[in-house]
């Protein structure tokens, strides 16, 4: 059987896979701009992290058990200091953020923050 950060691995690309799909078919069919807003880059650096933080998060699920949730709110924090370094002064250039550059982002990252959660609490309920 595979392990936790494998399945979670999957199903957050594939996941994410099929919404990146979908906004570009809703962007598609109100004939916005499909790759403005660096949207393939949002769902790209949203994926990363988040495999990224949730193998860390896994690694020291048996050492740090006590501290997982600090670690994962230090996930969090490092998810939007990449915003705010990447993403908020391209979607900002212009004086404001619209709801398509706030959407490109945003709904990548909360995709991936509910699938984390939820691992994060299945771990946590098995590990009792």
Do not use: C, R
Request: avoid cysteine.
């Amino acid at each position: 059987m595979k392990n936790a950060f494998t399945l979670f691995a999957i199903k957050l690309i594939l996941i994410l896979s099929f919404a990146l799909a979908i906004h570009l078919f809703v962007l598609s069919s109100k004939s916005l701009p499909l790759y403005d807003n660096k949207i393939v880059l949002a769902y790209i650096i949203n994926a990363l992290l988040a495999i990224v933080i949730f193998g860390f998060l896994f690694k020291m699920k048996d050492k740090y058990k006590e501290q997982l949730g600090f670690l994962f709110l230090g996930g969090s924090v490092l998810k939007f200091a990449v915003f705010f370094i990447v993403f908020y002064p391209v979607y900002k250039a212009d004086g404001s953020i619209s709801k398509l550059e706030f959407a490109a982002f945003f709904v990548p990252y909360i995709l991936s923050l509910i699938l984390e959660t939820l691992s994060l609490a299945k771990w946590l309920n098995k590990m009792e």
